[in-house]
């Protein structure tokens, strides 16, 4: 069953076509940013990260941006797949608290075949 | 590597039980994480344990303990249960709490009926 909330905001593209999930964070002394994809069913799985002294990193198919002016962070995925179906969650990570991640509410992808 | 081993996947429980959970993580890792994920509130941290101690503690109840062994498995416990307490119980491990990224098992569902 969904493991994850009724009410997520939620993006839903075309396949094959560019996604981008946004979210903003809350502490301007966080240093270290992680995006989740967490399928149906399933625990949150590591995709991409970014420390705050980069605005931009790329992966396989993914690249985060950071705007540290504006504490946001956004995920693009390109070419976007069906099994990129999924809720996606981005971290905060506040050395300040103990080191620990702060989790965003996350975004529901729907990708359309 | 094996990744996070987490057991049971499901479970069924009545109001006023107790419950424990287990979590093995990845191999090398130290670090235990453990949260909740409901529709309503999304991902919240309950505790970390780290060299069988506890590091870092979130806001929740006494009801939720836990505790973790010299091979670095961690159990948390939840007595007296509450219909509110029927979530996906997470668990999560990393090398040292200085490490930011954190790996997710696949979750403990708990139904409290």
């Known amino acids: 069953g969904e493991s994850v909330g009724l009410h997520l905001p939620t993006l839903s593209v075309q396949e094959g076509d560019n996604s981008i999930i946004n979210c903003a964070y809350s502490?301007?002394?966080?240093?270290?940013f992680i995006w989740y994809k967490q399928e149906s069913g399933k625990g949150p799985q590591f995709i991409i990260d970014?420390?705050?002294?980069?605005d931009k990193r790329q992966g396989q198919r993914v690249t985060v941006l950071l705007n540290k002016t504006v504490k946001h962070l956004s995920l693009q995925i390109a070419a976007t797949q069906p099994g990129d179906s999924a809720v996606y969650f981005c971290?905060?990570?506040?050395?300040?608290?103990?080191?620990?991640?702060?989790f965003g509410g996350g975004t529901r992808l729907m990708v359309k075949p | 590597k094996a990744g996070v081993t987490q057991t049971p996947r499901y479970l069924i429980k009545t109001r006023g039980q107790q419950v424990t959970l287990s979590c093995s993580p990845i191999?090398?890792?130290?670090?235990v994480s453990w949260y909740q994920q409901t529709p309503g509130q999304g991902l919240q941290f309950l505790f970390e344990?780290?060299?069988?101690?506890?590091?870092n503690k979130g806001n929740f109840p006494g009801r939720f303990s836990g505790r973790q062994f010299s091979n670095s498995r961690s159990e948390m416990n939840v007595s007296t249960l509450e219909l509110g307490d029927s979530a996906l119980y997470l668990c999560?491990?990393?090398?040292?709490?200085?490490?930011?990224?954190?790996?997710f098992g696949p979750g403990t569902r708990l139904l409290v009926l």
């Open positions: 191999s090398g890792h130290r670090s």
């Open positions: 502490n301007s002394a966080s240093d270290y």
């Open positions: 970014i420390r705050s002294n980069m």
């Open positions: 344990y780290f060299s069988e101690t506890q590091r």
């Open positions: 999560a491990s990393r090398t040292t709490l200085y490490q930011e990224t954190q790996y």
């Open positions: 971290a905060e990570n506040n050395k300040n608290a103990g080191n620990m991640l702060t």
